[in-house]
């Protein structure tokens, strides 16, 4: 059975509750508090799960994540609203991004009755490349598009976390949406690996060695970094130059949640992607 969706106050808890330990981050880290709290008010209500049970346990058998992009039935009038809502937040702590984020917003309010295709789009190949033809930033708009649908695929994530067999999947896309992990963790018993996905939330248990993305497991081409204090890891894959943050749990006392941890180690995206590893 897959883990449960951390709530939004949770989440905010536990970061404000280890912020003080990064003073240096406090701007970027009440920047991301901020859009969890736009993606907790948005209006989103729980929903009825996006297919029933066979369908759920046919499609993970054949390595189909429960939700297709279609299937997501987004709200457009609240899509279009939270993204220009991230995008002025976004702006309003970024004033060297203003002027591009105020571009990315007329694009999108022009596009308002489209937004749920431009949204399938981006649900599909992780761009949206009509924004990117007309000259707007495209991890800039990636990035609007990744926070804007959180709490519309957080919500199907929570409807279907029952229909998912952790130990049959073992993937290293996200059993629920097809997202990609921004985040793994070491288990504190077993040391098994469980992913975080980057867009729903969702955790799914994946083999301890290998790289998620190109699936890459031979040692010489893995290599990873560990933070001073052993807590922390950045794993990196020379196949594809993608990066992992890692947390691993053996090493502190206490839970920890993965959400929050995301936020809480931008500093190692940063670095990583300063080292020349990317997104994607
Ligand atoms: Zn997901
Ligand atoms: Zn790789």
């Known amino acids: 059975m897959g883990a449960v969706v951390v709530g939004y106050d949770q989440i905010l808890q536990e970061v404000y509750r280890q912020a003080d330990k990064r003073p240096e981050l406090a701007d970027t880290i009440e920047l991301h508090c901020e859009l969890l709290r736009a993606q907790a008010h948005a209006g989103v209500s729980p929903q009825r799960p996006a297919l029933d049970g066979e369908e759920a346990s046919a499609r993970l058998q054949q390595g189909v994540p429960l939700l297709s992009p279609e299937s997501l039935g987004v709200d457009g009038q609240t899509l279009a609203g939270l993204c220009d809502q991230i995008g002025f937040i976004v702006a309003e702590r970024r004033p060297e991004l203003a002027e591009t984020l105020a571009g990315i ?8 009755d489209q937004i749920g295709a431009l949204a399938v789009e981006y649900l599909r190949e992780g761009r949206v490349r009509e924004g990117e033809g007309s000259g707007l930033d495209g991890k800039l708009l990636a990035f609007i598009f990744n926070n804007a649908l959180r709490p519309f ?33 070491l288990e504190r018993e077993s040391g098994r690996r469980r992913l975080l996905c980057s867009r729903c939330d969702s955790e799914w248990t994946f083999q301890r060695i290998g790289c998620p993305f190109c699936g890459n497991d031979e040692p010489r081409r893995l290599a990873y970094y560990p933070s001073d204090d052993q807590v922390y890891r950045l794993n990196v894959c020379e196949q594809c130059r993608r990066y992992l943050k890692t947390i691993d749990l053996r090493q502190v006392a206490g839970e920890r949640l993965l959400p929050a941890e995301r936020i809480l180690t931008v500093a190692m995206d940063v670095a990583a992607l300063d080292a020349g590893y990317g997104e994607g």
Do not use: F, M, N, T
Request: some cysteine; proline content about 7%.
């Open 153 to 185: 695929l957080r919500v199907q994530a929570q409807a279907l976390a029952p229909w998912v067999d952790d130990s049959a999947w073992y993937r290293g896309r996200c059993p629920i949406c097809g997202g990609e992990p921004d985040l793994a963790a």
């Open 105 to 112: 917003r007329a694009w999108l309010d022009e596009r308002r």
